[in-house]
């Protein structure tokens, strides 16, 4: 699935056979190991690592946050119910939440929560109506609500079916969890289509392309259900060219593999990821400024691309964890503040949740966004089994010393016998090069005949 916006692919979403996301699913597991020193639990919930549990996760009315300690709410073999809100990746397991939160088309409602949140990307006055709305709501049952940015204009109505559909089902999940032994699945998650329909299909979307018709029927009946005046905007593509591939999507999600990105000026940026943090290096390439412009001016521009690009790079490619990105130095304060504001602006198109310190006075700004699973490189990737990753491999001339090595080693203090070396074709042709010279100083250094 990708989205694009004014014709540019800002994200995908790759979902293959036996991989698909779990953030969302709710599980009856059972606690495995509680580590005190962590304040923090390992639960079975079924997958094949044990999910991980932190206090501040685990629900428990009446005791205050301050006070809480994990040996005292939950013990090994207690059976609980928890929700995954971020997938397995890596070594790590899934990360758990006992505070539940089911997601409806306008609304996610929270069993053990009170109250009524509402999306800050709302204008004010209609925060005001939702609210209202809403707070009537929650009277009705127990737990609290969150309204999605999806709500905009969205009448009392539509807004009471779903909550009546969200409480029935959170009615039917603990129904289910006295029925079965854990660790037990009970209420996955909508698949990836079905999910980015729900929660980024609203009026500013123009359409809405879907490439098999199954899929396409599944997408028109749910939003029939929800948001009727919608499904019109859904449409079956039947191009010759194939979908992903007439709208550059195929090309954009390859992208994602490659160091460089390019911005429209000519700079470029280099993107490399450590296990600790990814940095963002800003280069101006070949864009030397035109005409009058001073340096100063040139850097800046450049810089301001490179904001824009580098939120749609993190989109793209769903980078998360700590972020430092190396804009290009500038003299200026107001052009410091001026880059710092572009890439905020930017920033407000990303769902994630993200946090920009300053620009530091070597001109790098630190941030942090939030990733819940893994990103198109870690899908299509996977460790080179000679370099593990590292992106380099030794030379063919480090090999043919270490084979000298090792001979002189297996040599020493031998007196009889023989044995065979067997070494890849680049390695024995530098072993043989200069006509042996190196087996030549090697026979006459250990007195043996090679």
Same mark, same amino acid.
């Given at each position: 699935?990708?989205?694009?916006?004014?014709?540019?692919?800002?994200?995908?979403?790759?979902?293959?056979?036996?991989?698909?996301?779990?953030?969302?699913?709710?599980?009856?597991?059972?606690?495995?190991?509680?580590?005190?020193?962590?304040?923090?639990?390992?639960?079975?919930?079924?997958?094949?690592?044990?999910?991980?549990?932190?206090?501040?996760?685990?629900?428990?009315?009446?005791?205050?946050?301050?006070?809480?300690?994990?040996?005292?709410?939950?013990?090994?073999?207690?059976?609980?119910?928890?929700?995954?809100?971020?997938?397995?990746?890596?070594?790590?397991?899934?990360?758990?939440?006992?505070?539940?939160?089911?997601?409806?088309?306008?609304?996610?409602?929270?069993?053990?929560?009170?109250?009524?949140?509402?999306?800050?990307?709302?204008?004010?006055?209609?925060?005001?109506?939702?609210?209202?709305?809403?707070?009537?709501?929650?009277?009705?049952?127990?737990?609290?609500?969150? $309204? #999605?940015?999806? &709500? *905009?204009?969205?009448?009392? @109505? %539509?807004?009471?079916?779903?909550?009546? =559909? !969200? $409480? #029935?089902?959170? &009615? *039917?999940?603990?129904?289910? @969890? %006295?029925?079965?032994?854990?660790?037990? =699945? !009970?209420?996955?998650?909508?698949?990836?289509?079905?999910?980015?329909?729900?929660?980024?299909?609203?009026?500013?979307?123009?359409?809405?392309?879907?490439?098999?018709?199954?899929?396409?029927?599944?997408?028109?009946?749910?939003?029939?259900?929800?948001?009727?005046?919608?499904?019109?905007?859904?449409?079956?593509?039947?191009?010759?060219?194939?979908?992903?591939?007439?709208?550059?999507?195929?090309?954009?999600?390859?992208?994602?593999?490659?160091?460089?990105?390019?911005?429209?000026?000519?700079?470029?940026?280099?993107?490399?990821?450590?296990?600790?943090?990814?940095?963002?290096?800003?280069?101006?390439?070949?864009?030397?400024?035109?005409?009058?412009?001073?340096?100063?001016?040139?850097?800046?521009?450049?810089?301001?691309?490179?904001?824009?690009?580098?939120?749609?790079?993190?989109?793209?490619?769903?980078?998360?964890?700590?972020?430092?990105?190396?804009?290009?130095?500038?003299?200026?304060?107001?052009?410091?503040?001026?880059?710092?504001?572009?890439?905020?602006?930017?920033?407000?198109?990303?769902?994630?949740?993200?946090?920009?310190?300053?620009?530091?006075?070597?001109?790098?700004?630190?941030?942090?966004?939030?990733?819940?699973?893994?990103?198109?490189?870690?899908?299509?990737?996977?460790?080179?089994?000679?370099?593990?990753?590292?992106?380099?491999?030794?030379?063919?001339?480090?090999?043919?010393?270490?084979?000298?090595?090792?001979?002189?080693?297996?040599?020493?203090?031998?007196?009889?016998?023989?044995?065979?070396?067997?070494?890849?074709?680049?390695?024995?042709?530098?072993?043989?090069?200069?006509?042996?010279?190196?087996?030549?100083?090697?026979?006459?250094?250990?007195?043996?005949?090679?």
């Amino acid at each position: 699935m990708a989205l694009l916006e004014d014709g540019r692919v800002s994200e995908c979403h790759i979902e293959r056979r036996g991989q698909r996301s779990v953030v969302g699913h709710v599980w009856k597991g059972k606690v495995e190991s509680v580590l005190a020193g962590m304040e923090a639990c390992f639960i079975d919930v079924g997958l094949a690592k044990n999910g991980f549990l932190h206090v501040d996760e685990v629900v428990a009315l009446g005791v205050p946050k301050h006070k809480r300690q994990i040996a005292d709410l939950v013990r090994k073999g207690d059976q609980v119910i928890v929700q995954a809100i971020k997938d397995p990746m890596g070594t790590k397991g899934a990360r758990l939440t006992m505070q539940l939160s089911l997601a409806g088309r306008f609304l996610v409602y929270v069993p053990y929560g009170d109250g009524v949140g509402v999306s800050k990307r709302l204008a004010d006055e209609e925060r005001q109506r939702l609210r209202k709305i809403c707070g009537a709501l929650v009277k009705t049952s127990s737990g609290g609500v969150i $309204v #999605r940015t999806a &709500a *905009a204009g969205v009448s009392e @109505a %539509e807004l009471q079916r779903d909550h009546a =559909l !969200l $409480v #029935r089902l959170w &009615a *039917a999940l603990q129904k289910r @969890a %006295e029925q079965v032994k854990a660790p037990s =699945l !009970l209420y996955s998650e909508a698949d990836v289509s079905l999910r980015i329909v729900r929660d980024l299909f609203r009026q500013g979307v123009d359409e809405v392309l879907v490439d098999e018709e199954e899929q396409h029927r599944r997408l028109v009946e749910f939003l029939r259900r929800t948001s009727p005046e919608l499904a019109d905007r859904v449409r079956l593509y039947e191009g010759k060219v194939p979908m992903m591939r007439a709208f550059g999507v195929d090309k954009a999600v390859r992208s994602t593999l490659n160091r460089r990105a390019p911005l429209p000026s000519g700079g470029y940026l280099v993107i490399d990821d450590t296990e600790a943090m990814t940095v963002i290096d800003v280069n101006t390439g070949r864009h030397v400024g035109k005409g009058s412009s001073s340096l100063e001016e040139t850097i800046t521009r450049t810089n301001l691309e490179a904001a824009a690009e580098v939120v749609r790079q993190l989109r793209l490619r769903d980078i998360g964890g700590i972020v430092i990105i190396d804009f290009i130095d500038m003299e200026d304060r107001k052009n410091r503040a001026a880059v710092k504001k572009a890439l905020e602006q930017a920033l407000e198109a990303d769902r994630s949740r993200t946090y920009v310190v300053d620009i530091s006075p070597l001109g790098l700004v630190e941030m942090t966004r939030q990733n819940i699973s893994d990103g198109p490189r870690e899908i299509l990737t996977e460790p080179c089994p000679s370099c593990e990753g590292t992106g380099y491999v030794v030379t063919d001339e480090t090999h043919a010393i270490e084979v000298e090595r090792e001979v002189r080693e297996a040599l020493a203090g031998r007196t009889e016998g023989s044995f065979v070396v067997g070494v890849h074709p680049r390695v024995a042709a530098l072993l043989r090069e200069d006509g042996g010279a190196r087996l030549t100083d090697l026979e006459e250094d250990t007195g043996k005949a090679l």
